[in-house]
Nanobody, 116 residues
Framework: QVLLVESGGGLVQPGESLTLSCAAS???????MAWYRQGPGKQRELVAR???????HYADSGKGRFMISRENSKKMLYLQMNSLKPEDTAVYYC???????????WGQGTQVTVSS
């Protein structure tokens, strides 16, 4: 069982930056980690993924603006978001996929609001 706790959300103006953090209660070294988001009235969607081999994948919505990173030694996942737009407004969720045991873990989410 891995507990995930997100932090760093808040209210920002368009064009500003924000960094989200996800703290895991256990090792994430052998897990694929990801950030998802769910905007108002929308389905949850993938934002970015960090694979256990340090590979990354970004959804088109965040390419060139967002950067996912991880610190396995600290059991932390991050999402650096730049040039934020109102359409980035959503609850952002941290996800951990234990591919050895096929288990999926989710955090409780952190709200990001981009508005002037």
């Amino acid at each position: 069982q891995v507990l995930l706790v997100e932090s760093g959300g808040g209210l920002v103006q368009p064009g500003e930056s924000l960094t989200l953090s996800c703290a895991a209660s256990g090792s994430i070294s052998n897990m694929h980690m990801a950030w998802y988001r769910q905007g108002p009235g929308k389905q949850r969607e993938l934002v970015a993924r960090s694979f256990s081999d340090d590979g990354t994948h970004y959804a088109d919505s965040g390419k060139g603006r967002f950067m996912i990173s991880r610190e396995n030694s600290k059991k932390m996942l991050y999402l650096q978001m730049n040039s934020l737009k109102p359409e980035d407004t959503a609850v952002y969720y941290c996800n951990a996929f234990d591919y050895r045991h096929l288990r999926d873990y989710w955090g409780q989410g952190t709200q990001v609001t981009v508005s002037s």
